[in-house]
Structure formats: C-alpha cells, structure tokens
C-alpha cells in the first residue's frame, strides 16, 4: 500500500501565489508517473499537471506557463507552484502517483485525501 499526503493548500488572492507539495510514503518499490488533479466545485476532476520519473511534464492547457510541477525522487514528493492565480483554479486538488509495491507486481495509480486552495478577493 502507498499514501499520498498533500499540503499547502489554502486562500490566496487573485494574482499570488501558493506551493502544493505531496509525500509518498509506504511500501513503495518505484514511482513512475506523479501529478495533480483538481475538482472545482460542482465540476469534474480534471488533470492539472503531471511529471515522469525523469522530469519530463506536461500541463492542462489551463495552466500552461502559470503552474510548475516538478519532483523530489529521492524523497517521494512531488510539488505544484502556482502562479498568478485565477478564481477559476479554485478547487480541491488531489496528488497522484503511478506506483508499484515490489518488483513482481503491476503499477497502480494511488490518491492523496486532498487540499483545498480557494482563490478569492
């Protein structure tokens, strides 16, 4: 089993800025994939931003060029800045990992409880 532990979540205004970290933690063999997800209220959960193993990423169209992803492999976390931030980015933002409990076993995708971030004047 793997645990996903998000924080950093909180209010901010329009415009600023906030850093979402998640941890992994438990019988992890590997990680491949990590990322983010975001549901807004009342919406879908969509993909905000994800990162290979290797530092390759790739982000929702949304949040191009204002969100970095980026990741600790020595550590097992992965992290989200947000820049300039939206009301629309307003959301409860889950962490994910692509990750396998031993070598004889498949990779599976794990979830973290959430985090809210809130974006309001």
């Known amino acids: 089993q793997v645990q996903l532990v998000e924080s950093g979540g909180g209010l901010v205004q329009p415009g600023g800025s906030l850093r979402l970290s998640c941890a992994a933690s438990g019988n992890i063999f590997s990680i491949d994939h990590m990322g983010w997800y975001r549901q807004p209220p009342g919406k879908q959960r969509e993909l905000v931003a994800a990162i290979t193993n290797d530092g390759r990423p790739n982000y929702a169209d949304s949040v191009k060029n204002r969100f970095t992803i980026s990741r600790d492999n020595a550590k097992n976390t992965v992290a989200l800045q947000m820049n300039s931030l939206k009301p629309e980015d307003t959301a409860v933002y889950y962490c994910?990992?692509?990750?396998?409990?031993?070598?004889?076993?498949?990779?599976?995708?794990?979830w973290g409880q959430g985090t809210q971030v809130t974006v309001s004047s």
């Open positions: 994910n990992a692509e990750a396998r409990i031993s070598r004889f076993t498949t990779y599976r995708d794990y």
